[in-house]
């Protein structure tokens, strides 16, 4: 019995061992199966999110490198400035205008008037490069004391945007219009192109203008200045030498036109004295004939009989 143990019992601790080792091996070999597979199948969702990162690193310098679109301002500006010397503060206006690439619209002045308390004043519209429209205004502020000023601006850019695309399907149609009339056909049908083809030249004219109306007010802004001379401090009265020398000359002024007067009046006497002379003359014979005709002659009385 205790041979029989003594041969068996190392044969099955050995089978036993043998089992153990079999079972962590496989045990080990299943995990890292699992963990191969675990990584075969999250590698291609790194994969995807790491493009779909990528993608839209791509879209966001897409869109910063996208050009963006300028837009088409009408610039209007308005000033109001207080000046010493209106007639310099116009001519100095003229010269920063010529300076300035510009031109005048319209210049307006105002003298003082006596009966009223108002001020001598002009008001100057001008046309200037919109890019130098700053520069301008802050060359018109140096020439006094500014009161008011104001900027407003107006975006055209869909007008001008919509006026270039309907410009560019009249001219195809134009284009096409040609292309018909080219083609025999006959006459009415020509003229029924021809008459199509005035209207939409016709249209391509009108849009044409307003689309370089709208160009030319963007690229020129308008200024309206408006200078006002400042207020003295001290009368405008003259003084008592002023005063006197103006007396003198009014009189002496008054004198020779009385003078002149007279002479004109002698003059004017002397021309016309004979026919004065004449027309006296004539009243005053029809005056004594009147008076003759109406004497009475008198009546002899008859004789009395007794008397004889």
Do not use: H
């Not at 199948?41 to 493009?51: H, K, L, R, Y």
């Not at 002009?122 to 009161?147: H, K, S, W, Y």
């Not at 005063?243 to 021309?271: C, H, P, Y």
């Amino acid at each position: 019995m205790i041979k029989f143990y003594t041969k068996v019992y190392p044969i099955f601790v050995t089978s036993k061992a043998s089992l153990f080792l079999s079972l962590f091996l496989g045990s080990l070999m299943f995990a890292s199966c699992g963990s191969a597979s675990y990584d075969q199948t999250s590698s291609p969702q790194s994969i995807v999110s790491s493009d779909a990162v990528q993608e839209v690193a791509d879209v966001a310098q897409a869109t910063k490198e996208l050009p963006t679109k300028k837009p088409q301002l009408i610039k209007k500006a308005t000033m109001t400035v207080i000046v010493d010397s209106l007639e310099k503060s116009v001519n100095t206006v003229q010269q920063i205008i010529d300076r300035q690439k510009g031109y005048l619209l319209s210049l307006e002045e105002t003298q003082l008037d006596s009966s009223y308390s108002s001020r001598p004043s002009a008001t100057v519209q001008m046309r200037v490069p919109q890019n130098v429209l700053e520069i301008t205004l802050n060359q018109l502020a140096e020439l006094g004391t500014v009161q008011s000023r104001n900027i407003s601006a107006e975006d055209v850019g869909e007008q001008i945007v919509d006026f270039q695309a309907r410009l560019s399907n009249l001219r195809r149609t134009e284009s096409n219009l040609l292309k018909i009339m080219d083609k025999s056909g006959s006459v009415k049908d020509i003229l029924s192109v021809a008459q199509e083809l005035s209207n939409v030249r016709e249209q391509i004219e009108r849009i044409t203008a307003q689309l370089k109306s709208l160009q030319n007010q963007v690229a020129f802004s308008t200024i309206t200045l408006n200078l006002q001379a400042a207020v003295s401090s001290t009368s405008n009265q003259p003084g008592l030498p002023a005063q006197i020398q103006d007396a003198w000359n009014s009189s002496t002024r008054s004198f020779g036109e009385f003078t002149v007067g007279l002479m004109k009046l002698g003059i004017w006497l002397l021309v016309y004295t004979p026919y004065l002379l004449i027309l006296v003359a004539a009243g005053y014979f029809l005056k004594r004939k009147f008076r003759s005709s109406r004497t009475v002659v008198p009546t002899p009385q008859p004789r009395n009989p007794e008397n004889n």
